[in-house]
C-alpha cells in the first residue's frame, strides 16, 4: 500500500509539536516502520527538505513570488490577498493551510494525495529548466495544492521554498534508523559509520530497513561518493598538542590556506567535491588534468588543499586568489593567470582498496606512492616529531611560508570520517596572541550605509548556529574590513536570501533593515568575547538575559562559501573559546 501524504503531514505536525529529540526520535522510528520499503529514501529525503542528497545538487528553492502566484491560484484568493497573508504570518506555509482552508466547498480536494505523487512532483518542479520551465513549475505546484488539504499544502509550500525545517538533523534521523530497524539508537554508531562514508541519508536508511547491520556494516567507500571529511580540533600551543597526543612522536604539516578537494579518480573521470561535497569540477579543470597525468592507481580518492601558486616561483598566494575560479564565466582566464597547485595530504581509496581503517603513517606513505612528486602535485610538507619547540619552529616556517599554520596528525589514527576529534589539531598563530580568533558567521540581517556607503549596505548582523536549539542566534554587527569590491559584491550574494519578515530560525533582538535567510557565511575576526544584552548568541548560559557577543569584529576578506548556514562557528564553539578567554585573562599567577 502506497503511503498516504496526509499521514506524512501528521507526522511532521507531531514531530513540530514537540521540543524533545527523544521524542522525536520515537515519532520518526515509529512511522520510518510503516513507511513502505521503496518509499524510505522519498520520505527521508522529504524530511529534510530535500529530494536527493546534497553532492547530488537537486535544488528545489521555488522564490517566494512563484510560491505566492501558486498559492493564489489554487486558493481563489487575488495575488494582493495571499501576499498580504503570507507577510501576515511570516511563513509560507501557514499562509498557504490559512488560503486553502477558506477554499470554497466546491474545489476541495479531490484525489488524496500519496507520498510518492508528492515526491515525484517535486522531482518534476526541481527538474523544469529553461524556457517555459517557470510556467510548468508552477503548474504542477498548483496541481498539488489542489488536491491537497490545508495541512498537507503548509508542508509542500514549506518544501517548494525550501524551508521546511523540522529540526530533524541529520543525526536524529541515523537514531530514528537505529531505534526502529536495530532496535535500539544506541545502535546509532553503525548506521552513523556508513552515513560518513556515504552520505546519503535515504540510501543508508533504507539499506539499514531492508538489510539490518549486516548489511550497513558491507557498505564501503565508493568512488564517486563523497566522504563526509574529517575535521580538526584546535589547541593553542605544540605543548598542549603533545600533552594531548600523549608524548609521541606527530606528523606536523603545514595548514595550507586554499581550498579543500576531495578527489575521486575512475580511469580518465575526475569528480572534484568541496569540503561541503558538493561538486565543483568545473572550477578546476587544470585541477582533472593534474589528477589524470600525476595519479597513478587508476582508481583513488584523495584529499588535497588546492592552492593559487605564483608561477614564476612556485610560492603559495593567499585564499582571495582562489576566488578568481568561482566566476561562471572566464575560468580559462583565471587558469593561465593564477595557476594551481595540489598539496595532497590523505588517501581514502587506493586502487580498489578502502584504506580508511589504516593508520595515518599508513595512508602517507601510500600517498607517496600514488602521486608522482612535481611542480603542481605534491604531499603537502610534514614534519615527524615529538619535541614541542621543533613543532613551534616548523610553524613558524609554514606561516613564513604562506600557510596559516601547522595542523598536527596522530599518525596512528584512522581517517575518522565526519568526525572532529584531536587526532588531527590545528595550530594557528592566531590562538596565541590574547583575545584573537577567526570565527565564520552567517548573515542574517543588514543595516543600510550612509556616507560612502549609501546605496550599499553599511553594516551586517551576524549569527552563531546554536545547534542543540537548531537556531541561528545574532553576535555580532560587524562594519568593518570591507572592501569597495566586498561591499558591492556582498550584497549580491545576499539578494537570493532576502526576506521581508524575520526568518523563523533566526533569533536576534535586534531589527535589521533587510532580513536574509541565514546561508551566506563570512569570516571575522574580534578582539575578545564579551556579555551582551542586545545579542542573543548563548542567551542565559553566562548569565541571565545576556548572550555573548564580539568586541571590535571585523570582516577579514573571506566569503565561506565552502560553507552552509549550518557550519557557522556554534554558540557551543563560542561558549568554549569564551571560557577559554576568561581563563587566559585570570591568567596562571
Ligand atoms: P578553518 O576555518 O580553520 O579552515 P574548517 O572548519 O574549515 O577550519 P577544520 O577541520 O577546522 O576545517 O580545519 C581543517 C581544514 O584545513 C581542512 O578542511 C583543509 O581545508 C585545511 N587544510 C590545510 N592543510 C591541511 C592539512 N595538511 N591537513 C588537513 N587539512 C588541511
Same mark, same amino acid.
Given at each position: ?123 518534476? /518542479? ?143 573521470? /575526475? ?35 588546492? /592552492? ?87 610553524? %613558524? ?10 595542523? /598536527? ?97 533566526? &533569533?536576534?533582538?535586534? &531589527? ?10 563570512? %569570516?571575522?575576526?574580534?578582539? %575578545? ?61
Amino acid at each position: 500500500m502506497a503511503m498516504e501524504f496526509s499521514k506524512v503531514a501528521e507526522c511532521y505536525s507531531k514531530i513540530e509539536s514537540i521540543s524533545s529529540r527523544n521524542q522525536m526520535t520515537g515519532v520518526l522510528a515509529e512511522f520510518l516502520r510503516k513507511v513502505p520499503m521503496d518509499e524510505i529514501p522519498c520520505f527521508v529525503y522529504l524530511t529534510q527538505g530535500k529530494l536527493r542528497p546534497d553532492y547530488e545538487g537537486v535544488e528545489l528553492g521555488v522564490a517566494e513570488k512563484m510560491a505566492l502566484r501558486a498559492l493564489s491560484a489554487a486558493s481563489g484568493a487575488t495575488a494582493e490577498k495571499a501576499r498580504e497573508i503570507y507577510v501576515k504570518e511570516g511563513d509560507i506555509g501557514s499562509a498557504a493551510e490559512l488560503l486553502l482552508g477558506r477554499r470554497s466547498q466546491g474545489t476541495l480536494y479531490s484525489e488524496q494525495l500519496t507520498l510518492r505523487r508528492v515526491y515525484d512532483s517535486l522531482m518534476k /518542479v526541481a527538474r523544469h529548466s529553461g524556457e517555459g520551465s517557470v510556467e510548468s513549475k508552477q503548474k504542477e505546484i498548483v496541481s498539488l495544492l489542489n488536491d491537497a488539504s490545508p495541512l498537507e499544502a503548509k508542508y509542500i509550500m514549506r518544501t517548494v521554498t525550501g524551508v521546511l525545517r523540522l529540526g530533524l538533523a541529520d543525526y536524529t534521523v541515523l537514531d530514528a534508523a537505529a531505534l526502529a530497524f536495530l532496535g535500539d539508537r544506541k545502535e546509532r554508531p553503525k548506521v552513523e559509520r556508513a552515513y560518513n562514508i556515504h552520505p546519503d541519508l535515504g540510501f543508508v536508511v533504507q539499506t539499514v530497513a531492508s538489510k539490518g547491520a549486516a548489511g550497513i556494516q558491507r557498505i564501503r567507500v565508493k568512488v564517486g561518493v563523497p566522504i563526509r571529511p574529517m575535521l580538526a580540533e584546535r589547541l593553542d600551543s605544540a605543548e598542549a598538542i603533545m600533552k594531548k597526543m600523549g608524548e609521541k612522536k606527530v606528523a606536523a604539516e603545514y595548514k595550507l590556506d586554499g581550498e579543500r578537494l576531495q578527489i575521486h579518480k575512475d580511469g580518465k573521470t /575526475v569528480v572534484l567535491f568541496s569540503r561541503r561535497l558538493e561538486v565543483i569540477t568545473s572550477h578546476y579543470p587544470d585541477a582533472v588534468r593534474l589528477v589524470q597525468e600525476n595519479i597513478a592507481p587508476d582508481a583513488a580518492i584523495l584529499e588535497a588543499e588546492v /592552492v593559487a601558486v605564483n608561477p614564476d616561483t612556485g610560492e603559495y598566494l593567499p585564499f582571495q586568489e582562489l576566488m578568481h575560479r568561482r566566476r561562471k564565466y572566464g575560468v580559462e582566464e583565471a587558469m593561465a593567470q593564477y595557476p594551481i597547485a595540489l598539496n595532497f595530504f590523505d588517501v581514502l581509496l587506493e586502487g580498489t582498496k578502502d584504506v580508511t581503517g589504516e593508520a595515518y603513517s599508513a595512508r602517507r606513505k601510500a600517498l607517496s606512492r600514488v602521486v608522482k612528486n612535481t611542480e603542481r602535485t605534491r604531499l603537502v610538507p610534514s614534519l615527524g616529531s615529538s619535541r614541542p619547540q621543533e613543532i613551534e619552529d616548523f610553524m %613558524e616556517e609554514a606561516i613564513s611560508n604562506g600557510c596559516e599554520g601547522l595542523v /598536527v596528525k596522530d599518525p596512528g589514527s584512522p581517517y575518522r570520517a565526519g568526525a572532529r576529534e584531536f587526532a588531527w589539531i590545528k595550530l594557528k598563530r592566531e590562538y596565541r596572541s590574547e583575545l584573537a580568533d577567526t570565527m565564520d558567521l552567517a548573515v542574517i540581517g543588514a543595516f543600510h550605509g550612509k556616507g560612502r556607503r549609501t546605496g550599499s549596505y553599511g553594516t551586517y548582523l551576524l549569527a552563531a548556529y546554536d545547534q542543540e536549539r537548531a537556531l541561528y542566534t545574532s553576535v555580532a554587527k560587524v562594519g568593518t574590513g570591507f572592501t569597495d569590491e566586498d561591499l558591492s559584491r556582498i550584497p549580491k550574494l545576499l539578494k537570493p536570501y532576502g526576506s521581508k519578515v524575520r526568518p523563523a530560525d533566526v &533569533e536576534a533582538k535586534m &531589527e535589521p533593515d533587510v532580513w536574509f535567510r541565514p546561508h551566506l557565511v563570512i %569570516e571575522v575576526i574580534a578582539s %575578545e568575547l564579551t556579555l551582551s544584552p542586545i545579542h542573543t548568541a548563548a542567551i542565559g548560559r553566562v548569565r541571565p538575559g545576556a548572550g555573548l557577543s564580539l568586541r571590535f569584529p571585523k570582516f577579514t576578506g573571506k566569503v565561506r562559501d565552502d560553507k552552509r548556514g549550518e557550519d557557522a562557528t556554534t554558540v557551543a564553539e563560542i561558549l568554549g573559546m569564551y571560557n577559554g578567554q576568561l581563563k587566559k585573562v585570570a591568567g596562571p599567577r
